[in-house]
């Protein structure tokens, strides 16, 4: 019950973090003013979307697409790390299982995602 307790939190934590970190560098972008998109500053996620589904990139500026992605972010790390911590006592088989399962989360939870913003009218038409 601890276990669960502190990946509460962990989630808890890292969606802020992540979220505040989206906001500032969205913040920064819009300082300068610059019409196209800049990669500098665009979370690899959203770089990904726009490539894999043909998203319009002016479309995922908003703090609401920016939750969203925190909210990913955040759930893929605190299943991973609770998932890793259950396996065994072994460092080398947690490392082992937290790598392949980041993996298979991020492109999992991103592809439906992905699909979820086609639906919503995100994509080029």
């Known amino acids: 019950m601890r276990r669960l307790i502190l990946c509460g939190v962990l989630f808890i934590v890292i969606?802020?973090?992540?979220?505040?970190?989206?906001?500032?560098?969205?913040?920064k972008?819009?300082?300068?003013?610059?019409k196209e998109l800049n990669e500098i500053g665009t979370p690899i996620e959203i770089l990904y979307l726009i490539k894999?589904?043909?998203l319009v990139p002016s479309k995922l500026k908003s703090k609401k697409i920016g939750a969203l992605i925190s909210l990913i972010d955040a759930f893929i790390l605190t299943?991973?790390?609770y998932v890793a911590s259950l396996v065994s006592d072994k460092?080398?088989?947690?490392?082992?299982?937290?790598?392949i399962l980041v993996f298979i989360l991020i492109?999992?939870?991103n592809e439906i995602f992905g699909n979820y913003l086609k639906r919503k009218?995100?994509?080029?038409?």
Not at 15 to 27: D, E, G, Q
Request: hydrophobic share 40%.
């Open 15 to 27: 969606f802020c973090l992540r979220f505040l970190a989206h906001i500032y560098l969205n913040n």
């Open 29 to 34: 972008k819009k300082s300068k003013k610059k």
């Open 52 to 54: 894999r589904f043909g």
């Open 79 to 81: 299943t991973t790390i």
């Open 91 to 99: 460092i080398l088989l947690e490392i082992l299982v937290g790598t």
């Open 107 to 109: 492109f999992g939870i």
């Open 121 to 125: 009218g995100y994509d080029k038409k």
